[in-house]
């Protein structure tokens, strides 16, 4: 194993808090599984997800800022990593920023220095996403190698929603040919579950919107969006969504409850997060890995397949 | 995909008459549909600028019509008169009767970036959206949108205390646009939940209802984000000469 | 249909149309498409007891009767591109009756005297053919 991500700083946001809370723990418990640390940065505060940018963006660069800089003053590691799409996205995008944008560098430093903290310089610190963080530090062939239990003859359709690929130029890492991540057809999600075991459709909306900054404020858009989204999964064959995103895994929960209320349209299909499904593979029981607090719940499903 | 776009021409634009011969052809009725002639006279030169100086829309002025925003769109999808390349035209053509035909679907942007990630012109559509439907607001187009309702909630209360609890956001959106807290949707999720979940978790999510989490030393951060915003929202209202 | 004043009745004329005579002569063509359209448009004429004229209209008899046709009937306007493009034609093959392209163009020619034929034939049968004017189309659909 390669000592490349080893040890890492978390920044879980404020979503994993609360409703995601699933995928925080089934983050921690995938990562002490496979040996890697994650240390929380101390003291955090929240990105300002989809809103604060709409208010004013400069401020919403400052959040992230302050958190970076929080990595790069008191933390020993060179590494953060967000498996939330809003944390991870606009982690990049104040990077992208304040490297790119002289307004932003200005603004940043004169609330950092009213703040009375140090000053967020760009490339002090490398944002990654959890899926980098496992694809690059474990990879497919160290999957295989711990599996215990396969997801044999499990349909995941994967979806990574909007923030984790757009837009492309805070990501430039990404597109850079064979192996590294694309932003029209990400597949380190396909990957890893792939290596556990899953059988993987082929599901066209991975990158389509569900609606997830306007999850309350226009809700009959999100509910139509996420249908589109449930349906075509079950239409490719799928029993899973796979997520890898605390706003769209909600999402994607709130709106399958509000269709089937509200318009009396029903879908099956069943969201798991990505590091639940890894972790089942990996051997962590479904408790440990907060299958409990899913309001979309797999474990009937799991069972049926022998998967808990 | 094909290019969606909008038909120029709309009923309340075209004008019949009930006998009609042109050059000795009887045309009556619909055969003498005509677009009417319109003279504009009420362009808004200052526009363009106005809507640059609000948050989001700096770029507005890069543009050259390809369409490819409105050619990804999710919302256009969902309604063909979401039109992001036409709004920007009337935009930056002064055209501000034009554009406030649509001005109850300006806040309607899912912020899902397909627009900026195909934009060749590093427009930053999804910006200029949110910075058209600011500036609809500020001038008194419209009232607060449920969007801005909800990104004022979320912002206060970072402000406040450097992060959000979900619940609360959810109780404050609901309060501040006059919604009963108690949908039949959010009800039946709740009690989908609280089904399996465990009673321990609960009891944690109470807690953080009633303690709300902070962040520590916040404060100095607080004055500083409230010092610039009172600053900025100055600025934005004197570049569309509100003050 | 029955024939009027020694015209031949539409029957005769949409069966003189297919044959598709390959002996004649690009004007020769040109002459008897403009008789048999003409003759075409008579037929709607009598049929709305209207007497045809012999006047012409920009040198064509053709469209006069075009006109007369929509007096009353605006609906009749839908063919008034037929009898046009006809007289076009018309035009063609009389003057260039050596061109590399008479042909093709002899098949136009031809099929647009036949796409008027079947206009005013199905006129007789359904009297709404032609009642909808794309242009008005926003205005039909507010309507509706």
């Known amino acids: 194993m390669s000592e490349k991500y080893k040890t890492v700083a978390y920044y879980p946001g404020c979503a994993l808090e609360g409703t995601g809370h699933g995928y925080n723990r089934s983050t921690k418990a995938v990562g002490k599984k496979l040996g890697l640390n994650l240390v929380e940065v101390p003291n955090w505060n929240c990105c300002g997800a989809m809103e604060v940018k709409n208010i004013d963006p400069e401020i919403q660069n400052y959040l992230s800022a302050r958190n970076l800089g929080i990595v790069a003053e008191k933390m020993n590691v060179d590494t953060v990593m967000a498996p939330c799409n809003g944390c991870y996205h606009n982690l990049k995008k104040v990077e992208h920023d304040i490297a790119k944008k002289p307004k932003t560098q200005e603004v940043v430093d004169r609330l950092s220095q009213k703040a009375g903290h140090a000053t967020y310089q760009a490339g002090q610190v490398e944002t990654i996403h959890a899926l980098d963080w496992i694809k690059d530090a474990i990879g497919e062939d160290g999957i295989r190698a711990r599996i215990k239990n396969s997801l044999k003859g499990l349909k995941v359709a994967n979806y990574y929603g909007c923030m984790y690929t757009r837009p492309r130029n805070i990501f430039p890492e990404k597109d850079q040919g064979p192996g590294s991540e694309s932003t029209y057809k990400p597949h380190y999600m396909d990957d890893l579950l792939a290596a556990a075991g899953a059988e993987i459709v082929d599901y066209p909306l991975k990158t389509a919107c569900c609606g997830g900054a306007h999850t309350l404020a226009d809700s009959d858009t999100s509910t139509k969006l996420v249908l589109n989204l449930l349906q075509t999964a079950e239409v490719c064959g799928a029993d899973i969504i796979a997520t890898e995103c605390p706003t769209c895994h909600s999402g994607l929960e709130m709106h399958q409850v509000r269709a089937e209320t509200e318009h009396g349209i029903k879908t099956n299909v069943k969201m798991l997060y990505f590091t639940q499904l890894l972790g089942l593979a990996l051997g962590i029981s479904g408790r440990k890995l907060g299958l409990q607090e899913n309001v979309s719940d797999a474990r009937g499903l799991l069972k049926e397949k022998g998967l808990l | 995909m094909p290019i969606h776009e909008k038909s120029l021409i709309r009923p309340e634009d075209l004008t019949e008459h009930e006998a009609l011969e042109i050059d000795g052809v009887d045309v009556s009725g619909h055969w003498s549909t005509f677009i009417e002639t319109r003279v504009v006279s009420d362009y808004n030169e200052r526009m363009e600028e106005e809507i640059a100086a609000l948050p989001g829309g700096e770029y507005i002025h890069r543009c050259w019509q390809c369409s490819a925003c409105t050619n990804v769109c999710t919302v256009n999808d969902l309604n063909p008169d979401f039109n992001p390349r036409y709004w920007i035209y009337l935009a930056r053509m002064g055209f501000e009767k034009e554009l406030l035909r649509d001005k109850d679907l300006l806040w309607q942007c899912v912020s899902c970036h397909k627009c900026t990630h195909a934009c060749p012109r590093e427009v930053v559509p999804e910006g200029v959206m949110k910075a058209m439907a600011t500036w609809a607001e500020l001038k008194g187009h419209t009232a607060v949108s449920p969007s801005a309702s909800f990104d004022a909630e979320f912002t206060e209360q970072i402000v406040a205390t450097g992060k959000i609890e979900e619940g609360r956001i959810i109780r404050g959106f609901f309060k501040r646009t006059g919604q009963p807290l108690r949908q039949a949707w959010l009800m039946e999720m709740s009690l989908r939940l609280a089904k399996h979940l465990p009673i321990l978790m609960g009891i944690k999510m109470a807690l953080a209802a009633l303690f709300r989490p902070r962040t520590r030393n916040w404060g100095k951060s607080q004055a500083a984000i409230e010092e610039y915003l009172v600053e900025r929202d100055a600025a934005n209202k004197r570049a569309l000469n509100l003050d | ?144």
């Open chain 3, 1 to 144: 249909m029955i024939g009027v004043n020694g015209m031949r009745t539409m029957a005769e004329l949409e069966a003189r149309l297919l044959t598709r005579d390959a002996a004649l002569t690009p004007v020769a063509l040109a002459d008897e498409l403009l008789d048999l359209c003409e003759q075409i448009l008579c037929h709607w004429l009598s049929h709305k007891q209207v007497v045809p004229t012999e006047a012409k209209v920009e040198g064509f008899r053709l469209l006069a009767l075009h006109r007369q046709g929509c007096k009353g009937e605006p609906s009749f306007n839908a063919c008034r591109e037929s009898c046009r493009e006809l007289a076009y034609y018309y035009n063609l093959l009389h003057l260039e009756p050596e061109h590399p392209q008479i042909t093709s163009r002899m098949a136009m020619a031809r099929a647009v005297a036949m796409h008027l034929c079947l206009f005013v034939g199905g006129k007789f049968e359904v009297p709404e053919l032609g009642d909808d004017c794309c242009s008005s189309q926003a205005l039909r659909a507010g309507a509706a």
